[in-house]
């Protein structure tokens, strides 16, 4: 096998980032993925990062972050950017009415502004039903467009640019085995699903970008800031 400067574990999008950004400036690396890249990214939303309609009650802070990163991704990744619309139906009987579903629709606004959202529109029964015939009974409710982002689309744009600029990557394949050979290279054991085969990885530096506290093991090799 042959050598590399960096070795990244991990195919989601903090591992994707830091292997373009590498490639980008001439380093010899390699992308390891147990799965397809991008298949495992942001698991908890199923590949989906939103502004987060839900979150708002619950954290601002979340909220306050997404919004500024949609902000970044409108900027330097639009076409990644979609926009969905969330229609909030009230009936008569309904826990919340329309004018709380205002109220809290109206502070989502003042956020989601960062994220070039537009504002969130009232409806009256009419032009609800008119929008969506199907539902029975309403006597009104809210629209909101909400922007999302497919961090599995973004996470496999950036493996295909970085293998474009000499990046490898090996998907179906899990890292196994970890040794220090010397005082220049560490050695990564790896085997493809469905092998009992073991290849040896050798790289200068092996990067875990696998897993929510990934971030914060590339600012300590300060790949990110």
């Not at 400067?5 to 590498?22: E, H, K, P, R, Y």
């Not at 990214?41 to 987060?52: E, I, P």
């Not at 839900?54 to 902000?71: C, P």
């Not at 009232?122 to 609800?128: A, F, Q």
Request: hydrophobic share 40%; proline share 4%; glycine share 8%.
């Amino acid at each position: 096998m042959p050598s590399y400067d960096i070795a990244f574990l991990g195919g989601g999008t903090v591992a994707s980032m830091a292997f373009f950004d590498a490639c980008s400036r001439g380093y010899k690396c390699i992308l390891i993925e147990k799965e397809k890249v991008g298949m495992q990214t942001n698991y908890a939303s199923l590949g989906l990062s939103q502004v987060g309609a839900n979150y708002l009650y619950k954290d601002k802070r979340i909220v306050r972050m997404n919004v500024i990163d949609f902000g970044v991704f409108k900027e330097v990744a639009e076409d990644f950017v979609r926009i969905q619309p969330f229609v909030f139906p009230v009936f008569p009987h309904s826990r919340y009415p329309v004018w709380l579903w205002d109220g809290y629709l109206s502070a989502l606004d003042h956020v989601a502004r960062f994220a070039y959202s537009t504002r969130h529109i009232v409806l009256s029964k009419e032009k609800l039903l008119k929008r969506e015939p199907n539902l029975k009974d309403v006597s009104g409710g809210a629209v909101y467009h909400e922007r999302y982002f497919n961090p599995v689309e973004f996470s496999r744009a950036l493996v295909t640019a970085s293998q474009r600029m000499g990046g490898v990557v090996l998907e179906d394949t899990e890292a196994k085995y970890s040794a220090h050979t010397n005082k220049r290279f560490y050695a990564g054991g790896v085997s493809r699903h469905g092998s009992k085969d073991l290849d040896w990885i050798y790289a200068s530096v092996f990067v875990n970008a696998c897993g929510p506290w990934a971030p914060r093991v590339l600012k300590k090799v300060f790949l990110i800031p």
